[in-house]
């Protein structure tokens, strides 16, 4: 990122400079006037959005940021690319069978997520598929496609089973998965009391492994799955029971985030040959479930680095189709419908989370005073020796001296010989010292591992709106990444490094990773704060962030809008969510809020008998905090 002041600062370079294009998929863009524009239906039309613009209405809606916008075109938009990427590929090489894929519910629960998902995937029958009681229970409220298949994951127990049972008899294509050696049992037996015969799935566990954050997903180890000697316990236990016509269905899934191709292909021939070996076992199959996995292109590299994937949803369909064909036709067995659980892909991209920067805390340049003491510290004076002697060649040998001085005075400040005053010198030095040796390294195609982490070291703190806890819980817990950047001023040269910093008191509420087309940058290029309100975007957001995120601090769930475009070209707010009141987050954590207000009221009673504070200052204290029962939990301007 080296953007020389000599030629003038466009547009162009803050798309470059933040790679909007790489990683948005055809549906951000930078505009004209600086401002980051969306066109979420980037495959038929142009139309855009501009997205400053939709959160300067939003506010005068009087919702306050943070606030998550999401796109309902987008979602129809990605919907579409999925299945019409498999409809290409089968059409291409003759398969002789059909792609309807299902949208696992937990990658985002919303309704109208759901809704948007099963309305523009109504026309390729594209179904869901739950991993819980409450999710098959969603899935049924919005699923009435008697085409579309629902597909039941995860620990079941007989409440469960019986629910799916249910939705097969009246007339939903519901497939029970066996996950576990103990379940076979326990759907025989509900099936025989219900008398519904069952439509089964087996997970199968694959040696063949992930990759990237979810690798533990996949292999031996992985949580669910049966292996190939349970699948032919299961096999015979069927077999004795006449109920091996149920089994339709091969699935597994080696994780979320597949980044490199070569897993997905290798996964997938592992997975056809228990197929093929299912179908001469004798059981009747028809539908191969190659689960989850297929990534999404976080930092815009392209590559098989953890946050993007070196492939796209186009080949991902041509390999899947290819690999079951190839080892399908050998064993000269019919192909199966093919089933994929795609989430991350289909809504990673809907929705962005805006906030506004509190405040920025400067790294000061730490000027040397005018003036030095006549008599130093010799270690001080040693310092300041290093810091004349710095030179674009030794700069790594002036680190080194560098740091060991700092240490040893602080070290003799805390043995009491060195003074406050002493001590204070000395560490200006030292980072005047380390911003020249970051100037020099900037220049530097290659810069030595340990001073790689100087840019971080001496960036600013930008304090964001928001809670990395509620809603970018992945950032923290898996270090996943994802774009952030203002979504306006980018007509002007951002001249600041920075980390983003939440407003949570929690140290880990911090973001200094970010996305680079070659490795991660530690830092981020932010405008200077000139009095009014900059804005930033944290972008792909759409997919687990939502209903992962937990309240740490209090901060509740952010207020939420859900946009579709006219075809007039207009926007349309569908709906305004409001997100938590304090009163919302403290009834979640067991206060009773009428009991708050009467506590606070008693309190106040006494202020007023002990004659802390006057019937009008009661008044007005009373009423101060029965509105913050009320108010967002975020900073309110
Ligand atoms: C989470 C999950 C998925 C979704 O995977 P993505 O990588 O988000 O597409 C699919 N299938 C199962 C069984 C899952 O647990």
Redesign the pocket.
């Known amino acids: 990122m080296k953007h020389e002041a000599l030629t003038r600062w466009t547009t162009e370079d803050a798309a470059e400079l933040y790679g909007i294009r790489n990683w948005g998929s055809g549906y951000f863009d930078v505009s004209p006037r600086g401002t980051v524009i969306m066109k979420p239906r980037n495959s038929t039309s142009n139309a855009s959005i501009d997205l400053y613009e939709v959160v300067r209405e939003i506010q005068k809606q009087d919702f306050s940021l943070p606030v998550l916008i999401r796109f309902s075109d987008i979602i129809s938009a990605q919907i579409h690319t999925l299945n019409e990427s498999f409809g290409k590929a089968i059409r291409e090489s003759n398969y002789r069978n059909s792609y309807q894929g299902v949208y696992?519910i937990?990658?985002n629960q919303k309704r109208q997520v759901v809704r948007d998902i099963v309305q523009s995937g109504a026309e390729y029958h594209h179904g869901l598929?739950a991993?819980s009681k409450a999710e098959l229970i969603a899935a049924i409220a919005n699923q009435i496609d008697p085409e579309a298949f629902i597909i039941c994951?995860?620990y079941k127990d007989r409440e469960f089973v019986d629910l799916a049972l249910y939705s097969l008899k009246m007339g939903v294509k519901t497939i029970i998965?066996i996950e576990m050696p103990g379940e076979v049992g326990l759907v025989l037996e509900r099936s025989k009391a219900l008398g519904i015969t069952p439509m089964l799935g087996i997970?199968v566990k694959l040696s063949s492994r992930a990759g990237g954050h979810?690798d533990k997903?996949g292999g031996d180890r992985s949580k669910?799955g049966l292996d190939a000697s349970q699948i032919t316990d299961m096999l015979d236990m069927l077999r004795n029971d006449g109920a091996l016509s149920s089994l339709r269905m091969l699935?597994y899934?080696i994780?979320?985030?597949?980044p490199d191709i070569r897993r997905i292909r290798l996964a997938l021939q592992e997975a056809c040959r228990f197929y093929v070996e299912l179908v001469a076992e004798g059981a009747p199959m028809g539908v191969l479930n190659v689960?989850?996995?297929?990534?999404v292109d976080y930092d815009g590299s392209s590559t098989n680095f953890a946050s993007s994937r070196n492939y796209s949803v186009a080949e991902y369909a041509v390999d899947v189709v290819e690999i079951i064909t190839n080892v399908l036709n050998e064993a000269e067995v019919p192909h199966p419908v093919i089933v994929?659980?795609?989430?991350?892909?289909?809504t990673a991209h809907h929705s962005v989370l805006v906030f506004d920067i509190l405040q920025a805390r400067r790294f000061e340049p730490h000027n040397l005073p005018d003036t030095m003491p006549e008599k130093n510290n010799e270690l001080i004076e040693n310092l300041m020796s290093a810091k004349n002697a710095l030179t674009p060649r030794n700069f790594q040998e002036t680190y080194h001296d560098a740091v060991y001085y700092r240490d040893e005075i602080r070290s003799m400040f805390t043995h009491g010989h060195v003074s406050l005053r002493e001590r204070a010198l000395a560490e200006r030095t030292f980072w005047h010292i380390i911003r020249q040796i970051q100037n020099i390294i900037q220049h530097h195609d290659y810069v030595p591992d340990e001073l790689q982490g100087l840019g971080p070291a001496i960036a600013d703190v930008y304090y964001g709106n928001f809670s990395l806890f509620q809603s970018v819980p992945d950032s923290w817990a898996i270090d996943q990444l994802f774009p952030v950047m203002p979504i306006h001023r980018l007509d002007e040269m951002p001249s600041r490094q920075a980390v983003l910093a939440d407003i949570t008191c929690d140290s880990d509420g911090i973001i200094d990773n970010f996305i680079d087309l070659h490795d991660v940058n530690h830092v981020l290029p932010l405008h200077e704060m000139n009095g009014e309100e900059y804005l930033l975007g944290i972008f792909l957001v759409g997919?687990?962030q939502e209903t992962l995120g937990d309240m740490h601090n209090l901060l509740g769930k952010i207020n939420v809008v859900h946009l579709r475009l006219k075809d007039s070209g207009e926007v349309d707010y569908v709906l305004n969510l409001p997100g938590d009141s304090v009163s919302d987050v403290l009834a979640d954590v067991e206060y009773d809020v009428k009991k708050i207000r009467r506590r606070i009221d008693k309190i106040a009673d006494a202020a007023v008998a002990e004659k802390r504070i006057s019937e009008t200052e009661r008044t007005e204290i009373i009423t101060a905090y029965f509105e913050g029962l009320q108010g967002y939990t975020y900073f309110e301007q």
Do not use: D, T
């Open positions: 696992p937990k990658v598929e991993g994951n995860g998965v997970r979810w997903s669910f699935h899934h994780g979320s985030q597949v689960g989850g996995g297929l990534a994929s659980e795609s989430g991350r892909c289909i997919s687990y």
